[in-house]
């Protein structure tokens, strides 16, 4: 019997039939682009391939690659795999001591560095005698440089065939919740996910469309690895454009014209900030209810956003609020929540263009299969799944049940027509001092909805009741210096959680909410470099403090 087609064999036919399609844009500074075709890839990627060989590493030698998206991460992680290693990518934002312990944990061989904007800060986290190589857009540094070692190296010949069950990734968890596990990833698996991934789109935006994609989510999450990198690779007719960065963010967008464009919620929830910086919510709601004029202002809004060729946009990596949803759809984006993990390669649940529903997360791709534990768990078997846990026998025997579906942690629901709901997490769930749980994502989920807030945190471990933590939006935070606003600001987020506790059982509303005295983000590691909340230094930044919020009389307090 024929072996089955496996992702680098899609990669051969690529480089055979469409040698000449450009299949990565590069931006390379000064508003200019470089353009790599298949033929181009693969030449670059077969040279550093023979390199790799001639350093006489071990079958299966894990590779690192520290770098923001660009083009030669992928051309890297090709030359890894057709030189029988294993890629292991670190997130460009990690500290130098995560950089350290994911070097030495997975027993990196070598180590590839890129695109990074605090290099200084996590240099010293790469030890000194490993050996690097610097993509061109690296930063300044005196490793040996990608371009001469491609100029001086030959192509690595033929077709390369790697077994279906070697891992070709090795992929650390962001670390929400402590230290970041390696996630063991076969060839087998990988492709199998990217092939769903690729009938999935296609069913939305044609079997003839050509797709574009813009890839700046980091590669090192499962999210843009599976469903922009390794989707594309087995696609081939995929055009993938990568961001220059932040400033440039809208003109990379207008320059890829994606045609599928996927996203985290908080950066949905900034989307939206940003229109209605400029056109206040009320006057653009009023404008999107004419008859006509609705969809041609709709229309110019994903202009203005660089989404007005967008035939699909999708949402993963956490919860999106579900008026966050409807009002993109309001404005003519066809926008879907998803909903996998890194265990699972990124291939577990999405909505459909027949069943869908803001705050439900889908129904079971094809192949998947889902079941709920005795208390809500959602359990999932996926043609993704991931082999085990990277030095931890331990973690599998935890997460699997006895006849091979993964413990998610994740509670939910499923409806008639087949719809997941996810209800909160396990381990999130906390009891305050009446001895009830409380489910945190629901209400933060509530909160979210609120363009005032950009992000929020729902806690009260052993309080009497809980409280919400929150972030003021990014274009409210420098108007609260004006006493008029703040005072404006105090009257609505009261009505806020007024609302908000409308809607939940008394155990679980909430006793104040409290301003967060600044913003959390990945640089002050409050925030997972995939944007979720790291709740325990979170709660353990603002303990001394819970004591006077608790004494205090009002429900709105700003820290």
């Not at 909805?449 to 009497?464: F, H, K, N, R, T």
Request: hydrophobic content about 40%; aromatic content about 8%.
């Amino acid at each position: 019997m024929a072996q089955a087609k496996l992702i680098l064999d899609y990669v051969y036919d690529h480089e055979a039939t469409l040698a000449d399609q450009v299949y990565l844009t590069q931006p390379v500074g000064g508003g200019q682009v470089k353009d790599y075709t298949w033929r181009q890839v693969m030449d670059e990627s077969r040279r550093m391939a023979t390199h790799l060989k001639a350093q006489n590493l071990a079958p299966g030698a894990r590779i690192a690659i520290l770098s923001k998206n660009c083009a030669h991460f992928i051309m890297a992680e090709l030359a890894i795999w057709l030189a029988g290693g294993t890629t292991v990518a670190i997130f460009p934002t990690e500290t130098a001591d995560t950089v350290r312990y994911v070097l030495e944990h997975s027993e990196a061989s070598l180590l590839f560095v890129g695109k990074l904007d605090t290099f200084d800060q996590q240099l010293p986290g790469i030890p000194a005698d490993l050996p690097r190589i610097a993509f061109p857009l690296a930063p300044k540094n005196s490793f040996e440089s990608w371009d001469a070692v491609v100029a001086r190296t030959q192509p690595l010949q033929g077709k390369v065939a790697r077994a279906a069950t070697d891992i070709g990734i090795l992929m650390y968890t962001s670390g929400s919740t402590g230290q970041p596990k390696g996630v063991m990833h076969s060839f087998e698996r990988i492709t199998a996910a990217a092939e769903g991934i690729n009938r999935d789109t296609k069913s939305r935006i044609g079997a003839d469309v050509k797709n574009r994609m813009l890839s700046y989510l980091p590669l090192a999450h499962v999210f843009e690895r599976a469903w922009v990198e390794s989707a594309s690779l087995v696609d081939g007719n995929t055009h993938l454009f990568f961001a220059e960065s932040l400033e440039t963010f809208v003109q990379d967008l207008n320059r890829a014209k994606p045609v599928t464009f996927i996203s985290v919620p908080r950066l949905w929830l900034k989307f939206q900030q940003g229109v209605f910086a400029k056109m206040p919510p009320k006057k653009l709601d009023r404008l999107l209810s004419i008859p006509i004029l609705g969809k041609i202002v709709g229309r110019k809004v994903l202009k203005g956003l660089g989404l007005d060729h967008a035939l699909l946009a999708g949402s993963g990596s956490a919860p999106i609020p579900a008026e966050l949803i409807a009002w993109y759809r309001r404005l003519g984006l066809n926008l879907i929540e998803g909903y996998a993990m890194t265990e699972d390669f990124a291939y577990s649940h999405n909505s459909t263009d027949k069943v869908n529903a803001p705050g439900c997360v889908g129904v079971p791709l094809k192949g998947v299969e889902v079941r709920l534990s005795e208390d809500g768990e959602v359990l999932i078997k996926s043609p993704g799944q991931f082999v085990g846990y990277y030095k931890r026998p331990d973690l599998d025997a935890e997460v699997f049940t006895e006849d091979g579906f993964f413990r998610t942690g994740d509670k939910g629901e499923r409806r008639a027509d087949g719809l997941l709901r996810l209800t909160g997490r396990v381990k999130e769930l906390f009891k305050t001092s009446k001895g009830k749980y409380v489910a945190p994502a629901p209400i933060e989920n509530r909160i979210n909805a609120c363009p005032l807030i950009e992000l929020s945190m729902v806690s009260g471990v052993g309080q009497p009741s809980a409280y919400a933590m929150v972030v003021l939006a990014e274009t409210v935070r420098p108007t609260v210096k004006d006493p008029a606003v703040k005072a404006q600001i105090t009257a609505d987020l009261t009505q806020l959680l007024k609302d908000v506790n409308a809607e939940l059982p008394d155990y679980e509303r909430l006793q104040m909410l409290v301003i967060a005295p600044e913003p959390w983000s990945i640089e002050n590691g409050f925030l997972t470099p995939t944007m979720k909340i790291r709740r325990n230094r979170i709660e353990a930044a603002v303990e001394t403090q819970l004591g006077n919020w608790y004494a205090g009389k009002g429900t709105v307090q700003w820290a």
